[in-house]
């Protein structure tokens, strides 16, 4: 079974940068399709990126030209690069491995206007 842990979240102004990590363990990500998505108070989870085992991304419209989602296979490793954020971005992160239906335990991300 594969555990999936993020980290990276805190509390940032906007238009500030962070980069969010998933490390997987337990097997290998390399042939999965890996996604972050978030979940802001109130709401329901929605899907952020996703990336293809052969690395095409794919971008919610609310985040295209923002945030970038890339992968090291190698080390098993998910990012989420975010830019320009905005105080609408503020969620709970969370790593998906959609093969396996394997959720992280999320990391906070709070920008502040």
């Known amino acids: 079974q594969v555990q999936l842990v993020e980290s990276g979240g805190g509390l940032v102004q906007a238009g500030g940068s962070l980069r969010l990590s998933c490390v997987a363990s337990g097997k290998s990500i390399r042939f999965d399709l890996m996604g972050w998505h978030r979940q802001a108070p109130g709401k329901e989870r929605e899907v952020v990126a996703t990336?293809?085992?052969?690395?095409?991304?794919n971008y919610a419209d609310s985040v295209k030209g923002r945030f970038t989602i890339s992968r090291d296979n190698a080390n098993n490793v998910v990012y989420l690069q975010m830019n320009s954020l905005k105080p609408e971005d503020t969620a709970v992160y969370y790593c998906k491995d959609s093969r396996y239906g394997v959720w992280g335990q999320g990391t906070q991300v709070t920008v502040s206007s």
């Open positions: 990336i293809s085992s052969g690395g095409s991304p």
